[in-house]
C-alpha cells in the first residue's frame, strides 16, 4: 500500500509541501474540514482494523518456526501492561469518549519504539519467510505511523484534551542470539497483536456511540 493511498486515508483535501519520503505522512497542511466526525471515525477505525488484522498475520508468520513452549501469551511481561484498559466491550461501552480516545492514543504512541526496533531486527531475523516478514513489518511501521495522524486528528475534531496521553517507555531488545532473538521477536508481536485490538475494539465503541445508533455497538 504506498504512503499517498494512506493518507487519502485520512483527509480528502491536502496541499503538499517540500519533505523527505521519510515523513511524507506529517509533511501536510490539513483542511479541519474536510471530513466530519462521523466520517474520520470510520476511516480511523478501517485503518485501525487493518492494523490489526495485519499484527495478526505477522505474527503467525513468525510464530510458525517457534514450538509451542515459545508461544506462550505473557501479557503481564508487555511494557504497557501497566495501563489501565478496559477489558471488555461491555467496560469499555462505559468509559467517557475523551478518556477511551485519549487511552487509544497512549497505547499506539507506546509502540513508536518498539515497532522501530522491530522494523530494524527483521532485517537480521533469521527465519525462512523473513522477506516476507520484513515486507510486513515495514507495513505495520507504516500503518501505526498513519493511524497515529488519523488520530491526532480526530483528537482535534472532537476537542478533546491531550493531557492524558502518555507514552509507555521501552527499553528492551529481541537480543543477538538468532534462536532468543526469534523468540523475543515474537514477543513483542504477540503484545503489539493485543494492543492493536484494544486500539481497534476502542475505535469501534466510539464510532458506533457516534452513529447514534446503540444497537450496533
Known sequence: MSLSWLSILFWDTLTPSPCSSVVVL???TVSSEALNLSDLLERVSMASDKLHSLSTSLTS???SQLPPIFKIMRPSQCHTSSLQTPTDKEQALNVPEEELLS???S???SW???LAVLLAEAHNLVHPDKSAILSKT???HLHSSSLGAGLEHLIHKMGAQSQGIISLPYNGDVGTDKNA???NFYFLLTCFRRDSHKIDSFLKVLRCRASKRPEMC
Request: include cysteine.
Open 26 to 28: 506529517w509533511c501536510v
Open 103 to 105: 487511552l487509544a492514543r
Open 181 to 183: 532473538s526469534l523468540s
Open 138 to 140: 515495514k507495513d505495520l
Open 112 to 114: 513508536s519504539d518498539p
Open 61 to 63: 508468520d513468525v510464530g
Open 107 to 109: 497505547l499506539l504512541l
